[in-house]
Antibody, heavy 116, light 107 residues
């Protein structure tokens, strides 16, 4: 059974950093591009970033470019999102998702709250 | 960047009704379009990909059509469990973009 489980969320002050993890199981992580998607409270879905099979090609939404870094460790079956210089508008539930290329499996989501 | 515009933004229908949601891309995207269903407090669920291919396990009352810039999601006979917000998404190139969502309720 394919499973994606996010962790690492929580409350952080503006300007702070947080690293999200997404543990994958039930499939070979190295065979898939992976994405992060977020959803601000009461709002729609917003794509954040994606990473290719070998981790060398990463693409970001303009809203996070230069502040967020997506990475992967296939040996640990884990996807990451390093979030720096966080802003109040980054407050959201963050989902990791597998790409085929449609997003066919999603994690349950993890809440990140940026507030003083 | 290609924008995805859904209509309507909300919809109310009776159980058994045929429901249609539309999605328009600001530029042609061939058939690189997916539809997702999201219930409150849950992760999105893939319903349709490649504009018209039903994801495994999704009820056959859901169908998708379109190509280029205009797409539709149809529920042939609305069921109570279909109450959710529906999103279209284009995935052929970055940035990946979603429509703003259509909230579907039962009358």
């Amino acid at each position: 059974e394919v499973q994606l489980v996010e962790s690492g969320g929580g409350l952080v002050q503006p300007g702070g950093s947080l690293r999200l993890s997404c543990a994958a199981s039930g499939f070979t992580l190295s065979s898939y591009w992976m994405h992060w998607v977020r959803q601000a409270p009461g709002k729609g879905l917003a794509w954040v970033a994606r990473i290719n099979l070998d981790g060398r090609i990463t693409t970001y939404a303009d809203s996070v470019k230069g502040r967020f870094t997506i990475s992967r460790d296939d040996a640990k079956n884990t996807l990451y999102l390093q979030m720096n210089t966080l802003r109040a508008e980054d407050t959201a539930v963050y989902y990791c998702a597998r790409s085929d290329p449609q997003l066919d499996y999603w994690g349950q989501g993890i809440l990140v709250t940026v507030s003083s | 960047d290609i924008e995805m515009t859904q209509s309507p933004s909300s919809l109310s229908a009776h159980v058994g009704d045929r429901v249609t949601i539309t999605c328009r891309a600001s530029q042609g995207i061939s058939n690189n379009l997916a539809w997702y269903q999201q219930k409150p407090g849950k992760a999105p669920k893939l319903l349709i990909y490649a504009a018209s291919t039903l994801q495994s396990g999704v009820p056959s009352r859901f169908s998708g059509s379109g190509s280029g810039t205009d797409f539709t999601l149809t529920i042939s006979s609305l069921q109570p469990e279909d109450v959710a917000t529906y999103y279209c998404q284009k995935y052929n190139s970055a940035p990946i973009t979603f429509g703003q969502g259509t909230r579907l309720e039962i009358k």
